[in-house]
């Protein structure tokens, strides 16, 4: 037997039921808020990651899928979706036909981590990105949908929206020498990675999930302590718009994001009913990515919710079950199959779910088939009914027996009158 890559999984029929639902209320609210959907390709040019994401991230330095193709190009399966969102924005002068752009995408991202639980090689997500606007308004807006879908999809009440402003091109160098000077004060009680982290990329040491090292996190000196004028009160305003907006949040001084596109405004949805406490959602501003990819200098905010962690959300909440046929023809004889077929067919045309015998099986054991399936009205159609011109229809779940028309109309209307 062929199994699956070891990190990638199946998501069977039961389970889908939840996944359509989480999507089909944020299509919803995105299309409400004004965002378009982009699909973008799952293999990118490796250099788009490295300089997107940056070279001394744990993304680009350990979990990529990289290899070369037969052309010899050095290539990677995407294993976020904003560089390459940006890379189709600047590829197709998207700056030009929409000075504010909006957009969607839902897939699936790979990256190569150590495998444990809930943790996959393959994982979704729902990324949703704004270019062109640098506003504290807007960026409480970003947040602001990402909490209307939380609350629509039914998971708010397990959930914390977590900001902090990480400062810009002017005050971040200078904390950031101030936390390596902390840093290496604290040097014996960090953990091997952050040591070796500490000079390239130390921020990151704030964000280590070892228990020595958030020890030393939790009393560092805080950015929005360091913050440049500008960017104290541009963080003041976007706590001032989160209210205006009904965005409930706490501010956590400890949210730095692992990418480092990263600048300004940076958010995590947490939660601790999946384990340890994790994001289930994150982003934040991004104001220099698309120039450093090569493109215009237009600033950028979005987030992307690992749909994976909403999904189990979801399923600890609701329960959603796969749909029921209204009707299901248990049909007895060919006579009765071919005359049931264009009935059948017009009922699926019309969007009744209706499910019909092929194999001509016992009466009772059809009978079985649409209980199984709780299907509402099983419909009985023998000699005698073709005879007559008429069906026995059996509503399951009121088990009371009644006899219709046997054509597509009456069904139709049966149909219609279950509707109201
Ligand atoms: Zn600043
Ligand atoms: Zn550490």
Redesign the pocket.
Known sequence: MIKAVKGFKDILPDETPYWQFLEEKARKLLKSFGFREIRIPVLEKLELFDRGIGSTTDIVEKEMYTFKDKGGNLVAMRPEATASIARAYIENALHLKDPLGKYYFIGPMFRYERPQAGRLRQFNQINVEVFGTKSSSLDAEVMALLHNIADEVGISDGVTLEVNHI??????PIYRQILINYLNQNREALCEDCRKRLERNPLRALDCKRQNCRRVALSAPKLTDH??????SYFEEVIEYLQIYQVPHVINPLIVRGLDYYT?VVFELTTTELGAQSAVAAGGRYDYLVEELGGPSVPGIGFAIGEERAVAMLKNRKKLTPPAPLFFFAVLGDAAKKKCIPIVLELRKRGVYTEMEHENRSLKSQMRKANRLKARYAVMVGEDELEKGRAVVRDMEKKEQFDIELSSEAFLKLAEEEVR
């Open positions: 400062g810009c091109k002017k005050c971040r913050l440049c004028d500008e960017c104290r300004g």
